[in-house]
């Protein structure tokens, strides 16, 4: 017997402080060309008024669903939580300042109609500048409209490919999001998810994705180096679920570019961390050096000035990274 859903498709919103964003998110929902959705608002414990909000929304249509989390916890454990009760055909996210062309849903629908073996459809992601009101697409290096769930898996881990997209009930329960770090492990779900996809479509249907420096990931906190934490649990989960050996290298350059890109970012705010922080940061930059597999790293990062992976030596590494840094400071090339 085939599986009953009682909608369409699902949307997950975690909603943590959006009060200024929120009522677009969920107009552009409860406007969509197709009707048959619901929408799971997680309230990640925001302090200003985004609960009486969405809870004004939920009032006037039952399609809104209002899940409470009882401590703020992240995106990833706020997804989850709603994920448990979604009961749609489809599942989908969009964050809780973006928002959806009025026929996105409907769109990405026709696509998984294409083909019973469609597991997954991505959206049309465009990019919105809060300064300027630009939009702009997101151009994906890789340009085919239908990869299968491996290839999109490849292309995902340097986002030739964008992480936005639908997924088959059956398959987003089997693999909730990665809540290992508080941020950035989330992503590892979306190259999961492909590569448990039988075929990846792409459609026309459009994500507007908001750009703006009030997110989180643009804070200077620790939080910023929880990426390398999500690249190590990326790496574990690759190797878990059996993916080959040229996605696994792939992934390997991509965590040292992570590390890489992490430490700059430490030298360049340096003066924002206490010396206890300071301590702790070094000691993740070690560890996470020491783990690093320089064997598989592509040339243009093995012997990259700033990348040098051939020193060994993490007290030399740094030496060297910090002279690389000084210099292109100096020259206006940072």
């Not at 919103?13 to 409860?30: E, F, G, K, P, V």
């Not at 073996?117 to 959206?123: E, G, N, R, S």
């Not at 465009?126 to 994906?140: A, I, R």
Request: glycine share 2%.
């Amino acid at each position: 017997m085939a599986k009953q859903y009682k909608c369409k498709i699902s949307i997950l919103i975690a909603c943590y402080n959006s009060s200024r964003y929120i009522r677009r998110t969920l107009d552009s929902l409860l406007n969509q060309s197709m009707a048959d959705i619901e929408i799971i608002c997680i309230d990640d414990v925001s302090s200003d008024e985004t609960l009486e909000i969405i809870e004004e929304y939920a009032k006037k249509d039952q399609r809104v669903i209002i899940v409470r989390n009882e401590v703020n916890s992240g995106q990833a454990v706020a997804r989850n939580n709603g994920l448990k009760i979604a009961s749609g055909e489809y599942i989908t996210m969009i964050d809780s300042d973006d928002w959806f062309e009025s026929d996105a849903l409907e769109m990405i629908c026709k696509e998984f109609e294409k083909s019973e073996d469609t597991d997954a459809v991505l959206y049309d992601l465009v990019y919105y500048n809060d300064d300027t009101n630009e939009c702009y697409p997101y151009e994906m290096r890789n340009k085919n409209r239908t990869l299968t769930g491996r290839d999109a898996a490849f292309s995902s881990i340097s986002w030739d490919i964008h992480g936005y997209y639908a997924i088959k009930n059956e398959i987003h329960k089997k693999y909730p999001f990665d809540d290992s770090s508080k941020l950035y492990s989330d992503d590892n779900t979306t190259h999961i998810h492909f590569l448990k996809s039988r075929i990846v479509r792409v459609s026309t249907g459009k994500y507007y994705y908001r750009q703006h420096n009030q997110s989180s990931t643009h804070k200077v906190s620790m939080l910023a180096f929880e990426w390398i934490n999500a690249a190590d649990s990326l790496r574990r989960s690759l190797l878990a679920e059996k993916a080959d050996r040229e996605i696994i290298v792939k992934q390997e350059n991509e965590r040292w570019k992570i590390l890489i890109d992490r430490i700059v970012y430490f030298l360049r705010y340096s003066n924002s961390f206490s010396s206890q922080e300071k301590d702790s940061l070094l000691s993740l930059f070690r560890e996470a050096f020491k783990r690093s597999d320089i064997s598989v790293l592509y040339p243009e990062y093995k012997y990259k000035p700033g990348y040098f992976a051939f020193i060994r030596n993490f007290d030399l590494f740094m030496v060297q990274l910090k002279t690389y840094y000084l210099l292109k400071k100096v020259t206006g090339r940072l």
